[in-house]
């Protein structure tokens, strides 16, 4: 939970979304765990959850290198609109095709 010692110097959007999670979406965005994937059903806040760990990563600098994958085009570009929101303008956005 170190990071969210720091919350207060982030901007007003990732602190908003923080407060929107529930305790078993703040896992994900506080591990310090170097692969993170988030598996559940639909309209559980994934991409809240994911959106919010690649972010705190970013600000944190706990990574540099990050590259966030989905599965469709759509959640891809949700996926970076919500990231350039934040601020977060040098991650990999990506798609996965099986």
């Known amino acids: 939970m170190e990071?969210?010692?720091r919350i207060t110097e982030l901007?007003?959007?990732y602190k908003r979304n923080?407060?929107?999670l529930d305790d078993s979406q703040r896992g994900p965005v506080f591990t310090n765990a170097p692969k993170?994937?988030?598996k559940a059903p639909a309209?559980?806040?994934k991409t809240l959850s994911l959106i919010?760990?690649?972010a705190t990563y970013r600000y944190?600098?706990?990574n540099d290198h990050i590259c966030a994958i989905t599965y469709t085009r759509a959640a891809r570009a949700e996926m970076e609109a919500r990231l350039q929101q934040m601020g977060v303008l040098d991650v990999a956005v990506s798609t996965i095709h099986v």
């Open 60 to 62: 944190e600098h706990v």
């Open 36 to 38: 993170v994937i988030i």
């Open 18 to 20: 923080i407060d929107l």
């Open 3 to 5: 990071a969210f010692s």
């Open 43 to 45: 309209g559980s806040g």
């Open 11 to 13: 901007n007003d959007i």
């Open 52 to 54: 919010d760990a690649v």
